[in-house]
């Protein structure tokens, strides 16, 4: 048996029980396993708790004992009656649950007569007990006579037999139990079972409810159909029309409400003399229907199914007139252009090829380009077609074709397909035949050109040079000439002055007069050869260039006309200024002319003069600006020429060769000189220097 008397008994209650009895008759009481083990017991008498069981050796004993009483029963006895090996009486029964001899109930610790005490004093003595003690604990063990024995034998007896009962019951119940939940485990899975198939059956019914909605909608079909469909009998009597079909029956014609349209009734008839389906498109008002109508000859009737294709019509012509706008377009390029697949075929060209080759679009079609175009039996190296092919690039080349009669410019265009393969190539030829020749005639002319530019060139060179020496010779001639002319001029005016101061009695009024104009005449020219010189001396005697402070050199020009300034109540302002490389005395002269021109043709305010500069990148800009009478602006270019005044000599004295000098000078510094002016609202002089000088 798989169960241990402990699962059978309630062991709490037994001990209870048990420690009841010992407390009722004073005799301990125990329930041991087959190897002698406790599995419940009531208190101990003393002597076998504090002295047998303490000692090693009477604990042996009580082991000894008690494994000799378990022998006796597992013999089959009823019970055993025993006396121990430390001197005390013991009764112990079998208890057999199920025929099973699964422990023993055991009463004990008690003395069948009067305690032998010289047996217990040795005893005493030889395990070392406290004798006085030891003595006290045996006389609490109970004598019992031979009546109460044989109660503890019958009590012994239905304890066990108490015990064995229960533990059957409990058995029972537990197997029970066993088998109730071996049931209930059942019953759980087939109530898993159940629901699963319940399930399914939800499943299903739901299935079955979907699809008998969808039968439903299928059922519907027809009249839900956008496009119409109808039914119509043999004599042209509409038998079913869903709404969209209404559309196609409307403004009907017919004598009768339920008859179709004229052109229905006669598809109708049509149908059935053929007895096969046909398709029809026609157009209702602004739709277009495409009707198949089906005729169904055992039923006399036949179905008819349109399909609404406005749209699709629309797209087609749409489609349609892109094409030919398309066709049209490539065949009125007056370029030669066809699109060639992999094999260098023809697929389709314009007209403007096919013309050139003599052919029509169509002949064209098929025929390998390098056969045709270039009467050869491979593709020519510069081929433009076959590279593009390569490598998916569009390349042009130049070429000239004596079958096509001309220079062409062919350029291909990779064709490719949805998935990004190429297929083919655009190839356009554009004729270039007559730039080319426009090209060759301009190259030509620019060469004639260029050669008569070059002549011209070296003409103009051989001018310069000529033109240098004469102007070289004309400045030496000036200087000379103006150098040498003074010589004599000085003694027309010493002689004209003798004749004045030593002979003026000796001389009438008139001849008094031409002496003095003579004076006035010979003191101007002698005005006129200094400035001449002054001006040939600019490229004649020169100073090297130098770091020249400009505000030194334009306070040293004003410095001359201080007094002048003075007396008119004029002012003179002079900003700071760059410092650049010039000759520092031809500086000098050239604002002393300004200034000088500036204080001459002052206007009735008083001269104000402001001298300042800018720099601008490698040149300084020097504005020299008065508030006199101005000029006329028209007159710009000539005041630089020499010897050019636009006021008279009698108004203003000069002779006209201070811009003349100031020009030359700024020249020579490779610069420049010009002017801002109106009558009567001052002028304003600018000089443009380099700031440094090429060396
Ligand atoms: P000149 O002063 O000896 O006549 P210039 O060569 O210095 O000769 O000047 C040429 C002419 O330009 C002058 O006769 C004058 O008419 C005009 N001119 C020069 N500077 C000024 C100025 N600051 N304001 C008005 N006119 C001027």
């Not at 203003?652 to 801002?676: D, F, Q, W």
Request: with cysteine.
């Amino acid at each position: 048996m798989q169960y241990k008397l402990a699962d059978l008994i309630d062991t709490e209650k037994t001990e209870k029980l048990l420690g009841s009895f010992r407390d009722a008759i004073g005799i301990p009481a125990a329930i041991f396993d087959l190897e002698g083990r406790v599995i419940i017991k009531s208190r101990w008498h003393k002597i076998c708790s504090d002295f047998h069981i303490e000692k090693e050796k009477t604990c042996r004993k009580c082991i000894e004992s008690n494994t000799t009483l378990a022998n006796e029963l597992m013999e089959g006895n009823p019970f055993a009656l025993y006396r121990c090996l430390n001197g005390l009486k013991h009764a112990a029964a079998p208890i057999v649950i199920e025929g099973e001899h699964l422990a023993n109930a055991f009463i004990g610790q008690f003395l069948t007569e009067k305690p032998d005490l010289d047996f217990f004093s040795r005893q005493a003595d030889e395990y070392v007990f406290d004798k006085s003690e030891y003595l006290r604990a045996l006389s609490k063990v109970p004598v019992v006579t031979r009546d109460v024995q044989s109660f503890l034998l019958s009590f012994l007896t239905s304890l066990t037999e108490m015990l064995a009962s229960l533990g059957i019951k409990h058995l029972r119940q537990m197997e029970t139990e066993k088998q109730l939940k071996k049931a209930r485990d059942k019953l759980q899975i087939q109530n898993e079972e159940l629901s699963a198939s319940e399930e399914e059956l939800r499943v299903q019914n739901e299935e079955l409810i979907s699809s008998r909605e969808q039968i439903e909608i299928l059922a519907r079909f027809p009249s839900e159909n956008p496009n119409p469909v109808m039914r119509m009998a043999g004599d042209g009597r509409v038998l079913y029309a869903n709404e969209a079909a209404a559309c196609l029956l409307a403004g009907s014609k017919a004598d009768r409400s339920d008859m179709a349209p004229q052109f229905l009734r006669n598809m109708v008839t049509e149908a059935f003399s053929t007895g096969s389906s046909a398709k029809l498109d026609i157009q209702v008002h602004d739709r277009i229907f495409s009707l198949t109508v089906a005729p169904v000859l055992d039923y006399d009737y036949v179905n008819i199914y349109g399909q609404d294709i406005t749209d699709r019509k629309h797209m087609e012509e749409e489609l349609l007139r892109a094409k030919q706008e398309w066709e049209r377009t490539f065949d009125s390029v007056p370029d030669l252009i066809a699109i060639m697949d992999p094999l260098h075929r023809i697929v389709r060209a314009n007209k403007e090829m096919a013309r050139r080759l003599g052919l029509t679009p169509e002949q064209c079609t098929g025929r390998r380009c390098y056969e045709c175009v270039h009467d050869s039996l491979h593709p020519p190296d510069f081929c433009p077609h076959g590279r593009t092919l390569m490598d998916g690039q569009e390349y042009t080349a130049e070429m000239y074709e004596p079958r096509l009669g001309g220079d062409f410019l062919v350029t291909t265009t990779p064709l490719r397909d949805e998935q990004g393969n190429i297929v083919g190539t655009v190839h356009v030829a554009r004729d270039i035949t007559e730039r080319k020749r426009i090209e060759e005639e301009l190259r030509r002319s620019r060469d004639q050109l260029e050669t008569r530019v070059r002549e011209r060139t070296a003409d103009l060179a051989k001018a310069v040079t000529r033109l240098e020496l004469i102007n070289q010779e004309l400045q030496e001639f000036a200087f000379v000439a103006s150098h040498d002319l003074q010589e004599p001029l000085r003694k027309i005016q010493s002689f004209c002055d003798l004749v004045v101061r030593s002979n003026r009695e000796n001389v009438d009024e008139k001849g008094q007069d031409y002496l003095l104009r003579m004076q006035k005449a010979a003191r101007r020219m002698q005005q006129l050869l200094k400035d001449l010189l002054s001006y040939s001396r600019v490229t004649t005697q020169l100073e090297p260039f130098r770091e020249t402070d400009l505000k030194l050199v334009v306070t040293e020009a004003a410095e001359v006309f201080e007094l002048k300034l003075r007396e008119e109540n004029g002012k003179i302002q002079i900003a700071d200024m760059l410092v650049i490389e010039a000759d520092y005395s031809q500086m000098v002269r050239l604002f002393q002319n300004l200034i000088s021109n500036a204080v001459k043709y002052r206007s009735r305010q008083k001269p104000m003069i402001k001298i300042y500069s800018h720099r601008d990148k490698h040149f300084c800009r020097i504005f020299v600006e008065d508030n006199g009478i101005g000029f006329d602006e028209k007159y710009l270019d000539r005041i630089f020429s020499p010897f050019q005044r636009l006021h008279g000599r009698n108004e203003y004295p000069g002779t006209g060769m201070g811009l003349a000098i100031c020009r030359k000078i700024v020249e020579r510094h490779g610069g420049s000189i010009t002017a801002n002016s109106a009558p009567e609202h001052g002028s304003t002089f600018i000089v443009t220097l380099p700031i440094k000088q090429k060396p």
